[in-house]
C-alpha cells in the first residue's frame, strides 16, 4: 500500500466511525505504520469524521514530527506499542459508547475484563487487560502499554476507552467493532444469567 492509499484508507475508516457513533466530536485517534518506517495518525484535535488526507500527522517512531497537523498528545502510547510488538502495524483508540461504559466500572478482572460467551471475541481479539486510570497523554500510559504489547491485541484504559491494534487498519478497526458488539451485549444482558463459554471451549477457539 503507498502511503497515499493509506492516508485515504485512514479518511475513510475515520468517516466510517464517526458516521456510525463510534467517535464523536474529536475524542478518538488512529495511525498506521507506513512502509518507510515512519508513523501516520490522525493530528491533534481532529474529527474522525473530517479528516483531510494532506493534513494528517506524519511522525517518526521516536516521535519527531515530520509533516502534516500537529500529532495528538496520544501518539506516544501508539508509539509504545509499535515498538514493543513487531505485529502490530496499526493502533485504533476510540471513546465508544459501550466499552468506554465499560472501563468507568469497578471490580473489572484486570487480566481480562471481557468474559468470553461468544467465539468472535475470543478468536478476533482474546484476552483484554484493563490499564490503571492516567489522565490523557500521561506518560505512564506508555510504559504500561510498552509493558504488555505483543501479548494482547487489544487494551482497555480505564474510564477512557479501547486501545486495538492490527497488522493493518482495517484489521485493527474490524477487531475494535467486534470488541464494541461483545461490550454491548453484555449491556444489553444486564443482570441475566449468562453461558460463558468454558474453557475448553476457549481453548478449542484458540487453536484454531
Not at 459508547?97 to 478468536?123: K, W
Not at 506518560?139 to 491485541?153: I, K, M, N, T, V
Amino acid at each position: 500500500m503507498t502511503e497515499q492509499q493509506a492516508r485515504e484508507e485512514m479518511v475513510k475508516l475515520g468517516a466510517s466511525f464517526f458516521a456510525r457513533g463510534y467517535a464523536t466530536g474529536s475524542a478518538g485517534n488512529l495511525s498506521l505504520l507506513l512502509e518507510d518506517g515512519n508513523l501516520l495518525a490522525t493530528p491533534t484535535g481532529s474529527c474522525l469524521g473530517e479528516l483531510d488526507a494532506d493534513r494528517l500527522s506524519k511522525v517518526t517512531l521516536e516521535g519527531e514530527w515530520l509533516s502534516g497537523d500537529k500529532p495528538s498528545k496520544e501518539i506516544a502510547f501508539h508509539r509504545a506499542l509499535y515498538a514493543n510488538d513487531p505485529d502490530c502495524k496499526a493502533v485504533v483508540h476510540l471513546h465508544s459508547h459501550y466499552l468506554t461504559a465499560l472501563s468507568c466500572l469497578e471490580g473489572l478482572d484486570t487480566q481480562n475484563c471481557i468474559r468470553p460467551f461468544t467465539p468472535y471475541v475470543v478468536m478476533r481479539v482474546g484476552d483484554v487487560p484493563v490499564v490503571p486510570y492516567y489522565k490523557p497523554g500521561d506518560a505512564r500510559l506508555a510504559e504500561d502499554l510498552s509493558r504488555l504489547a505483543g501479548q494482547y491485541r487489544a487494551f482497555l484504559l480505564a474510564n477512557h476507552g479501547p486501545v486495538v491494534v492490527g497488522k493493518s487498519l482495517r484489521e485493527a478497526a474490524d477487531n475494535t467493532e467486534e470488541l464494541e458488539e461483545t461490550a454491548r451485549l453484555m449491556f444489553t444482558l444486564g443482570d441475566r444469567a449468562i453461558r460463558y463459554l468454558s474453557d475448553s471451549e476457549v481453548a478449542e477457539l484458540r487453536s484454531r
